[in-house]
């Protein structure tokens, strides 16, 4: 059973387009995050939520939009992709009482052409 | 603002022992975490300090100061599948926020 999943694993698509990525992790933790990985692998959170309610948002475009529907699935869809959007998206979940441990799900590489 | 520093690249020996080190500017400190990531993979849990000191996890140990807001990881008799990037992560305000390293690549060679 894979702890952290999401789909797609891979994503390319053009300039403007919208698209979403998915995420569901299965340790019924309460924390879930987004994490954006550049090319220079510069590892960077973009969001935390915390039994659904949005704790973290670290100046990130108002084009990226997190939805939380419960505590197993946090989702990030994206307007208008740039082609600085480029990266690997990671997503990735911990519980209240151990944070230092995250767990991360397997990427989503994001290619805008 | 928060920063973490590290070298970018480290060569090794098979069998030897490398210490990676991270320098931390971060208001709020929690505590350090190390991940290692392999090429094309995730990042993955290896160790924690909340408190000053050396926590060992077989072979690999990390260690933390607060008071110089410096921590290293120690990874010990090195295996080819250590070749790796690792990453240093702070947590602050209850750990509701991680900030991590610049990272460092491992290269173990024969």
């Known amino acids: 059973d894979t702890a952290v999943s999401q789909t797609p694993k891979y994503l390319v698509t053009q300039m403007g387009n919208d698209k979403s990525i998915k995420c569901e992790q299965n340790?019924?933790?309460?924390?879930m995050y987004w994490y954006k990985q550049d090319s220079k692998k510069f590892l960077k959170i973009m969001f935390s939520?915390?039994?659904?309610?949005?704790?973290i948002n670290e100046t990130v475009p108002n084009r990226f939009s997190p939805k939380s529907p419960d505590k197993a699935h946090l989702n990030l869809h994206i307007n208008s992709l740039e082609l600085g959007d480029s990266a690997v998206y990671f997503c990735?979940?911990?519980?209240?009482?151990?944070?230092?441990?995250?767990?991360f799900g397997q990427g989503t590489r994001l290619t805008v052409v | 603002g928060q920063s973490l520093e590290q070298p970018s690249e480290v060569t090794a020996v098979e069998g030897a022992i490398v210490q990676i080190n991270c320098t931390y500017q971060?208001?709020?400190?929690?505590?350090l975490s190390w991940y290692q990531q392999h090429d094309g993979g995730a990042p993955t849990f290896l160790s924690y300090?909340?408190?000053?000191g050396l926590e060992e996890t077989g072979r690999f140990s990390s260690f933390l100061s607060r008071s110089d807001s410096y921590g290293y990881l120690l990874l010990q008799e090195l295996q080819m599948k250590d070749s790796a990037s690792y990453f240093c992560?702070?947590?602050?305000?209850?750990?509701?926020?991680?900030?991590f390293g610049t990272g460092t690549k491992l290269q173990v060679i024969p």
């Open positions: 992560a702070a947590g602050s305000g209850g750990y509701q926020k991680v900030t």
């Open positions: 340790l019924g933790h309460d924390t």
């Open positions: 939520y915390n039994n659904k309610e949005l704790i």
């Open positions: 971060t208001s709020g400190f929690y505590g």
């Open positions: 990735a979940s911990s519980s209240t009482a151990t944070r230092e441990e995250a767990f």
């Open positions: 300090n909340a408190l000053d």
